[in-house]
């Protein structure tokens, strides 16, 4: 695409609204949360040097595209930032992002306040040693004490690992083709209910919205099969097993600039 920013403000309006659904920032303070205004300036400030496997040209040049978006009562030029925005996330959280891991300083204080309770006790065994058990509760409170200095001391030295920035594993795996397709469905479908987009009944123009989508995921490589050019037949089958998949466990680093 043209390296060009966006042109007018009102051309965020489709972008903001897909990113308040997906895009987490992560806050020291309150772990990972939604941050609207972050996201959407991250993306539109790299936007210019993204690479996408289609062009504003073709997307012009596709008449049942255009022709249905219309029909559907869609801003076509705020339509083309939305194709480019879920395709970016559809990369970003299904290929190269990772999961994230719990903070090591949440952990400690859980099995702190568990041993503090009635009838704890623990085990402790490793391999070629005689198993220990302990349940006697001076000891316990000695311990969950002491993992609570940990915790207190961890905190004073500010350290990231431990007091919960981002943990992110590092050989993260792919999510499967059938799953970025209902990642980047469930993004076009959120921004249509944003929208409150129904369609009206055309006898020259589809205004079947679960049709639109399969095609726009087609047009924008997500999807490779051609049957969802045909139908939306390929597209509900797909929904039918991953429709539900939670995202919420993945990190994109590309969000924490």
């Known amino acids: 695409m043209d390296k060009q920013p966006y042109k007018t403000a009102d051309i965020h309006e489709y972008v903001h609204l897909i990113i308040n659904e997906v895009a987490p920032e992560y806050d020291p303070d309150f772990g990972y949360m939604y941050d609207i205004a972050f996201s959407e300036i991250v993306f539109v400030r790299n936007l210019p040097d993204m690479q996408f496997p289609f062009s504003h040209e073709d997307y012009l040049k596709n008449k049942s595209i255009i022709n249905s978006s219309e029909a559907l009562g869609l801003d076509r030029e705020k339509f083309w930032y939305a194709m480019l925005c879920v395709y970016h996330l559809t990369e970003e959280y299904c290929k190269n992002s990772h999961p994230i891991i719990e903070a090591p300083i949440e952990r400690f204080r859980r099995v702190a306040d568990i041993i503090r309770g009635d009838n704890a006790y623990i085990i402790a065994k490793c391999n070629g040693r005689r198993k220990e058990v302990i349940q006697d509760s001076p000891t316990l409170r000695l311990i969950a004490d002491t993992i609570d200095r940990i915790c207190s001391v961890q905190e004073w030295k500010q350290d990231p690992a431990f007091t919960g920035r981002p943990v992110l594993m590092h050989d993260t795996k792919e999510k499967s083709i059938s799953s970025k397709i209902a990642f980047a469905y469930n993004r076009y479908y959120r921004l249509f209910d944003n929208l409150k987009i129904a369609g009206k009944r055309?006898?020259?123009v589809s205004v079947n919205k679960k049709f639109f989508i399969s095609q726009v995921l087609h047009f924008t490589r997500i999807a490779v099969n051609d049957s969802f050019l045909l139908s939306?037949?390929?597209?509900?089958?797909?929904?039918?097993?991953y429709g539900d998949e939670d995202f919420s466990d993945r990190f994109s680093g590309f969000y924490s600039l």
Request: net charge neutral.
């Open 202 to 204: 055309s006898k020259e």
């Open 232 to 241: 939306d037949e390929a597209l509900r089958g797909v929904l039918n097993k």
